[in-house]
Nanobody, 116 residues
Framework: QVQFVESGGGLVQPGGSLRLSCAAS????????MSWYRQAPGKERELVAL????????NYADSVKGRFTILRDNAKNTVHLQMNSLKLEDTAVYYC?????????WGQGTQVTVSS
């Protein structure tokens, strides 16, 4: 049974930082690319950051490059998203995602609200 435990979301002021974590179980974590997506009210879900199974390669949405960092710990089946210099437009529900060819799994989401 695939499970994700997402944590670290909350309310933060513009310019602040948050660290999201996603602890996964029920599948071979180290064989899956891991991603963070987000969905703001009234908008489509969008890819924020992706990290390959080995952790060697990463990819980021242009809107978060230089501010967000995705990290994974295959020994602990965990992926993190370090978010710095947060902006109002980063407000969204953030979802953990695991994928490989023919399979995709989603977390339940964690709310991030950036507000003064």
């Amino acid at each position: 049974q695939v499970q994700f435990v997402e944590s670290g979301g909350g309310l933060v002021q513009p310019g602040g930082s948050l660290r999201l974590s996603c602890a996964a179980s029920g599948f071979s974590f180290s064989r899956y690319a891991m991603s963070w997506y987000r969905q703001a009210p009234g908008k489509e879900r969008e890819l924020v950051a992706l990290i390959t199974p080995s952790g060697v390669s990463t990819n980021y949405a242009d809107s978060v490059k230089g501010r967000f960092t995705i990290l994974r710990d295959n020994a602990k089946n965990t992926v993190h998203l370090q978010m710095n210099s947060l902006k109002l437009e980063d407000t969204a529900v953030y979802y953990c995602n695991a994928r490989r060819i023919g399979e995709i799994f989603w977390g339940q989401g964690t709310q991030v609200t950036v507000s003064s």
